[in-house]
């Protein structure tokens, strides 16, 4: 990789060992891709749950936030994904002594590493969104694809190393969507059904991410009518994603880079169609049980506009399964300003901030409280849960309200 | 009888040699293990129930989220690592996993590689030269 005089001094050792560490780290990533040099970055979000992390990933954390030298610190703003607890209600989660003293020790290191604990993986919605052709260096791969697609901003999958490696260093590798010609789309989908449910729009997402299938793939969509919401697409984005990999969409006169078809496809790309059969079929596809051990709201965590429907949906009812909603640190004080925590917890339900489901042992937890049969409006997540031993079940919000009333989830 | 050689274009880590776990199917460490007890968790993958510690994993393609940057190293301090990837393709996360957890890596064939390497057949991952021998 080319290395401007500034890059020369961070591998030197100039700036000191953990830039310099940092450096190393993206030059070898750069180079597997055959990046030619560095774009500088505006923001890095880190995903580092300690379930992920595991205790040599967190001394490994220590041993860079040990170091005696302030340039040690992060030099753009770097802000965290979900953490691996909630600690007012990690009893709730059977969360163990052990698990939270980790987070504990992790957190701490990122402190001292001068990183934001604002742990929310929607951070497009409650910090700050990245604008079209900022280049930044985003973990999470729901903020991702939702950043490439609705924003316009450049941004590969940085997992948890990377991303801290992008803070400490300002840069990132120039390779995959910080270059134009990775952004255009691979092939064509035309849809010919529009989800108006949240749990709809992300089983169509999960559609659409396994017909692209891999990292590479860039699916320009037509047929959506309407203008989604961010929370639609959140949903749609944050599936695609899962299902696929996928780090960036095109939807024909709605995202940024696509205002029509030829702005971002050349002729003859393959083309698919996708139905409304398709995308029950995929939800249908999780229906395997109709008892309900657990109702879980999450993966991302939910806006105040989802716990303002969610609050509308608990009145009146009283649940015998446990019901979480899980939303980030910023929501959550909003979210008790405006009674929907009260009015949720008064049907027996719990919100929980500052984590996501999936990323606090969810195997350790299905363990501990005897959860098994999980209903969620989240597609990511009962496409996460099936190899932590879940058999997660993909209904509305409205249903999954339902069965967490009755323990039972009615079939559409 | 002269061994088969595959050429990849990206390549990382050092030259190891060990025993091909192949199936056309993706990899998450997140998704896909059971990342205590070393097996495939996830019940629709087809190497579920399998164990993946010390094989070479010869897949087709990186799937899910970014966990797996962090987990390769977690699960190399544990002992409970494949011993290499062989992939068709990548995404940064496994190429930012296997750096910080150092493991060798190869993706981009010419070929589909999980058609091309038998399951069970003894393989050597050369990052240095950017090439699959198979062995035995």
Redesign the interface.
């Known amino acids: 990789m080319k290395l401007n005089d500034e890059e020369s001094d961070i591998l030197a050792g100039k700036m000191g060992s953990v830039a310099q560490q940092a450096l190393q780290?993206q030059m070898?990533?750069g180079e597997?891709?055959?990046a030619e040099d560095f774009v500088p970055v505006t923001q890095a979000h880190l995903?580092?749950?300690t379930?992920?992390?595991?205790?040599?990933?967190v001394q490994?954390l220590e041993g860079l936030a040990a170091t005696d030298d302030r340039r040690r610190l992060v030099r753009i703003p770097t802000i965290t994904d979900p953490r691996g607890t909630d600690f007012a209600n990690a009893d709730l989660l059977g969360q163990t002594s052990a698990m939270l003293s980790l987070e504990r020790r992790a957190i701490s290191a990122f402190v001292k590493l001068g990183v934001a604990m604002t742990n929310t993986c929607i951070n497009y919605q409650t910090i700050q969104a990245p604008t079209r052709n900022e280049h930044v260096a985003f973990?999470?791969?729901g903020v991702v694809i939702y950043s490439n697609s609705i924003c316009g901003a450049r941004s590969?999958?940085?997992?948890?190393?990377?991303a801290l490696a992008a803070g400490l260093t300002g840069r990132t590798p120039r390779y995959?969507f910080h270059l134009p010609e990775t952004r255009r789309a691979t092939l064509r989908i035309h849809v010919e059904f529009t989800p108006t449910t949240l749990n709809g729009w992300g089983a169509l997402g999960g559609v659409i991410g396994r017909i692209a299938?891999?990292?590479?793939s860039v699916p320009v969509i037509e047929g959506i009518e309407g203008a989604p919401m961010s929370d639609q697409l959140k949903h749609f984005g944050a599936s695609m994603?899962?299902f696929?990999?996928i780090?960036m969409f095109h939807l024909v006169g709605l995202t940024p880079e696509a205002s029509k078809l030829d702005d971002v496809a050349a002729p003859g790309l393959t083309s698919h169609r996708v139905t409304k059969a398709d995308v029950d079929e995929l939800q249908s596809s999780y229906h395997t049980d109709d008892q309900v051990d657990v109702v879980v709201f999450s993966a991302p965590q939910l806006s105040l506009f989802e716990l303002g429907d969610l609050a509308e949906l608990c009145e009146g009812r009283r649940f015998t399964v446990p019901l979480l909603a899980i939303t980030s640190p910023q929501v959550k004080p909003d979210a008790d300003r405006m009674g929907y925590t009260a009015r949720i917890e008064a049907a027996g339900g719990n919100v929980l901030s500052g984590m996501c489901f999936?990323?606090s042992y969810a195997?350790e937890i299905s363990e501990a409280k005897g959860w098994k049969r999980l209903a969620t409006n989240s597609a990511k997540l009962v496409?996460?849960l099936?190899?932590?031993?879940y058999r997660p079940m993909l209904a509305s919000m409205e249903s999954c309200v339902d069965a967490a009333v009755n323990g039972k989830l009615a079939r559409t | 009888m002269k061994a088969k050689v595959f050429r990849a274009r990206h390549s990382m880590g050092r030259i190891v040699r060990g025993i091909a776990l192949v199936a056309h199917d993706g990899f998450s460490a997140r998704y896909d293990l059971d990342r205590i007890n070393g097996v495939f968790s996830r019940p629709a993958h087809k190497l579920a129930g399998q164990s993946y510690v010390g094989k070479i994993l010869v897949l087709d393609t990186a799937k899910g989220g970014v966990a797996t940057a962090w987990m390769l190293h977690d699960m190399k301090s544990r002992g409970i690592v494949p011993l290499a990837l062989v992939f068709n393709s990548v995404n940064p996360i496994l190429a930012q996993g296997a750096a910080l957890g150092d493991v060798s890596m190869l993706a981009g064939f010419d070929e589909d590689i999980t058609a091309a390497i038998p399951n069970g057949a003894e393989v050597e991952v050369n990052p240095q030269m950017g090439v699959l021998t198979v062995v035995a």
């Open positions: 780290h070898k990533v597997f891709f055959g995903m580092a749950d379930e992920s992390l595991g205790e040599a990933g490994w973990g999470d791969t590969n999958f940085e997992g948890g190393p990377s995959g299938g891999n990292y590479w994603a899962s696929g990999s780090a999936y990323q195997r496409n996460i099936g190899g932590y031993g």
